[in-house]
């Protein structure tokens, strides 16, 4: 895992200052989409957004160090932590954050985004040690070529650790969606209905979603659909929260908001 970077509140005021209007800035264009999935429009790609921000709160009420959130965690049977996929300082942060979680004692099962239902034998066979990663890589590349264990598009070394910590911590994982990506309105029906056979097929350890992190928030998305008690890590703030941080700086590696949404107070811009 790569040491965690230098923590300084000048960095993290240019960060949130940044992130305020990342939502705004990143949907201009007439279409977009995510690193590998069909063409969306704008439109509903920043309103899909939109309700996904409008649900993590705009008011910071508590800082919370990273054995608080573990704490919390723990006492969950499912938490979903929001990527984002470039994104190496929060990659590191969910690392600690799972490597803590492990070894408190937690059962855990990971559902993932970073490969697709069609690998999961073959990433069974890696969890197995029956596969090493450079022919888990060759075998996700030859089916997709752009598999998020190779290439640029995504943080493509955290995916990896990802498999190896599932793998050293002998923890199941599945996939939660085909690759490639389905259409934006039928992603999160697909992933909710993955997500319920994981938690059936898992009761007794905590389900860990690592997901994109619009998807978590909003009508529709995962955590309505899935209808549950379950623990947020946001990837970023909302506009409102971000400009609120920039000005309350903190050393603690989360904050909560009103809503209940836990955020990282820093990230990689």
Not at 162 to 190: G, I, K, N, S
Not at 210 to 228: M, Q, S, W
Not at 242 to 250: D, G, L, V
Request: net charge negative; with cysteine.
């Amino acid at each position: 895992m790569a040491p965690a970077r230098p923590r300084t509140d000048t960095l993290l005021l240019v960060s949130l200052l940044i992130a305020a209007g990342a939502a705004t800035l990143g949907c201009k264009g007439p279409a977009m989409g995510w690193p590998d999935g069909p063409v969306e429009s704008a439109d509903r790609l920043a309103a899909y957004k939109r309700e996904h921000y409008r649900e993590i709160g705009d008011e910071p009420v508590e800082e919370l160090p990273l054995p608080a959130v573990v704490a919390a965690a723990a006492r969950e049977r499912l938490v979903f932590l929001g990527d984002h996929h470039l994104d190496y300082t929060l990659h590191d942060l969910h690392l600690r954050l799972l490597h803590a979680l492990h070894q408190r004692g937690t059962r855990i099962a990971l559902a993932v985004e970073c490969y697709g239902t069609e690998d999961q034998a073959s990433v069974d066979a890696f969890l197995r040690r029956e596969l090493d990663m450079p022919s888990l890589r060759q075998l996700l590349r030859e089916r997709w070529n752009q598999s998020w264990l190779d290439g640029t598009a995504v943080d493509s070394r955290y995916y990896r650790d990802l498999l190896r910590f599932a793998r050293d911590a002998e923890l199941p994982v599945t996939a939660l969606e085909p690759t490639p990506r389905l259409a934006l309105d039928q992603r999160d029906p697909t992933m909710a209905v993955n997500l319920q056979s994981a938690l059936a097929a898992w009761p007794d350890r905590t389900l860990v979603v690592v997901v994109g992190h619009a998807h978590l928030l909003g009508p529709g998305h995962l955590r309505d659909r899935i209808a549950r008690p379950s623990l947020v890590v946001a990837a970023r703030p909302s506009d409102e929260l971000a400009h609120r941080m920039a000005f309350q700086p903190t050393h603690e590696d989360f904050i909560r908001t009103e809503t209940g949404i836990v955020v990282p107070t820093r990230w990689t811009p």
